[in-house]
């Protein structure tokens, strides 16, 4: 209890007191589907029945999976070659799965720097340029230094994304069978087209014997169906991005920075580390 409140006040400082603005105006509804957590089985099975449809998604990635002999989630490089393969974006996930609201900053950096350093051993010519927060979790510090090593940001709070957005925390919707009937998940494409909204939709497993997290590849391919029916283009991170960015321009808010003067001085990072020690 005591951490859930505490992730809900740290999550809310970072959401008052640093955005990633952009307005988001489309011609029409845009889907992206995601993945969390390098599931070896999302791998193959949402990697398939996307590319049967001529779709694209995105796969967050944390490299501590990668060969995990003792639980799930584990994938190999082989799983991600042929998802690259098939035109899928592969997105950052920090390398150990950590919480960020419950990680020094230091630390969190680190972690996630170390991602890459892994994917560039393996992809030398790829960078990471779209994140997802593990559990949804954030500070205002990690927010800031990911809203400007990334160019975008998914968490899970719910929501489409149309108007005046926060590109360094895009809301989505949870993809889970045991969660959202088809009915459900079609009320919300309709939603999306009324709006013009780009709606994102995230998951883990994708396999039959699916977790309360994630969605068997049979609902998966039903939803895409759906979204083919309403001709709404279903489209990577990346892809979608484009589309919005042919609009306008990002602009950063930073609550701490007072136009900017504080940035100056060291107690600019003091006040902020003091702010996140208290909280935690």
Known sequence: MIYRLKKLIRRGIATQMYSKKHFVDLKGPIVSITFDDSFGCTFENAGKVLADRGMF????????????????????????????????????HTYDHIDLSKTRFKNAIQDILNNQKHLDRYFPQMKFRNFSYPFGA????????????????RGNRPGMNVGTCDMANLKSIKLYENKYTLDDIR???DQAIEKKAWLIFHTHDVQENYSQYGCSPGYLDKVLYACQERRIPVRSIHQALAATHSKSTVE??????MQNVLNRYPVYLIASQLLEAVIF
């Not at 954030?138 to 940001?153: C, D, P, Q, S």
């Open 57 to 92: 998604g995105t796969f967050y990635v944390s490299f501590s999976f990668l060969k995990n002999q003792n639980e799930q989630p584990s994938f190999q490089i082989e799983h991600l070659e042929k998802v690259i393969r098939q035109g899928h974006e592969i997105g950052c």
């Open 138 to 153: 954030e500070t205002y510090m990690v927010k800031k230094f990911i809203g400007n090593r990334f160019l975008t940001a």
């Open 187 to 189: 009320e919300k494409l």
């Open 252 to 257: 950063q808010y930073d609550g701490f920075a």
